[in-house]
C-alpha cells in the first residue's frame, strides 16, 4: 500500500523568544518524514505546539475506542481477536493513558527475560491509544525504543504514554515502561493522522 500525506504549512510569523520564522510548505511523503520533522528546532516545535489547538477529549473505555478506530482485532489490545493479549488501555486526567502488563513466561526471550520486541510493541500501542483516547486515528511513522533494564519474567510493568506535542497531521508522543517505579524503557515517535476511508479503498481492493 502505498501511503502518502498531505502538505504540511508551519503557522506563519511565529514569535518565539524573539526569534521570527517565516512560513513556508512542505509536500512530501513517507521517505520525506525525517527530514520535515527535523527541520523544526525545539524553538519551531515550541511555538508550533503553541499555535495548534488542543485535541478533544473523550471519555470512553479502551474497547470502544479500539472499535471506532477499526483496530478491535488487533494482537494486543483488540477484544474481538482470540490471540490478542487483552491490554486495556485507560485515559488519565492528564489525557495520557496507562496500562498493566503481565510478563508471562511466553513473552520471554532470552532465559526469564520479556522480549525486547514485546516491549517495543506495547510502547508503540500505548502511543496508539493515546491518541485513539484524544479523538485522533493515526500510524506510526517513526519510532525510537531505548532499553534500560530487562524485564523479569512473572514481573507487572505498567505502560505509559503521553502526547508531547501535535500540528496536524503530524503528532509527536512518548512513552515509558515503570516496574515499582523504575524506568525500563522509553520510546520517543512521530505518528501520521491516519485516513480511514483511504485506507479501506486500498484494503477493498487487495492492496496493503
Not at 515550541?46 to 485535541?55: E, G, H, I, Y
Not at 470502544?64 to 489490545?77: E, F, K, L, M, Q
Not at 503521553?162 to 524506568?183: D, N, Q
Not at 524503557?185 to 486500498?202: G, H, I, P, T
Request: one cysteine or more; a positive charge; hydrophobic letters at 40%.
Amino acid at each position: 500500500m502505498s501511503l502518502s500525506w498531505r502538505a504540511v504549512s508551519w503557522p506563519g510569523h511565529i514569535h518565539a523568544k524573539n526569534k521570527h520564522w517565516h512560513k513556508h510548505d512542505v509536500q512530501a511523503n513517507w521517505s520525506d518524514l525525517p527530514q520535515v520533522l527535523a527541520a523544526g528546532s525545539k524553538k519551531v516545535v515550541t511555538a508550533l505546539n503553541s499555535k495548534c489547538p488542543d485535541l478533544p477529549a473523550t471519555s470512553t473505555t479502551s474497547h470502544t475506542v479500539s472499535a471506532r478506530n477499526g483496530h478491535s482485532r488487533c494482537v494486543i489490545c483488540g477484544d474481538l481477536n482470540p490471540r490478542s493479549w487483552q491490554v486495556v488501555f485507560e485515559k488519565t486526567k492528564d489525557g495520557a493513558v496507562n496500562a498493566t502488563f503481565a510478563a508471562h513466561p511466553e513473552f520471554q526471550g532470552y532465559d526469564n527475560q520479556l522480549h525486547g520486541g514485546i516491549m517495543a510493541s506495547l510502547l508503540d500501542a500505548a502511543m496508539t491509544h493515546c491518541l485513539f483516547h484524544n479523538g485522533i486515528a493515526a500510524v506510526t511513522g517513526d519510532l525510537r525504543v531505548r532499553f534500560l533494564h530487562p524485564v523479569a519474567c512473572h514481573s507487572t510493568i505498567l505502560v505509559r504514554a503521553w502526547l508531547f506535542f501535535s500540528c496536524p497531521p503530524l503528532y509527536h508522543l512518548k512513552a515509558e515502561i515503570t516496574r515499582k517505579g523504575v524506568v525500563m524503557a522509553w520510546a520517543d515517535a512521530k505518528f501520521m493522522r491516519r485516513e480511514l476511508s483511504a485506507c479501506s479503498s486500498s484494503e477493498q481492493h487487495g492492496k496493503t
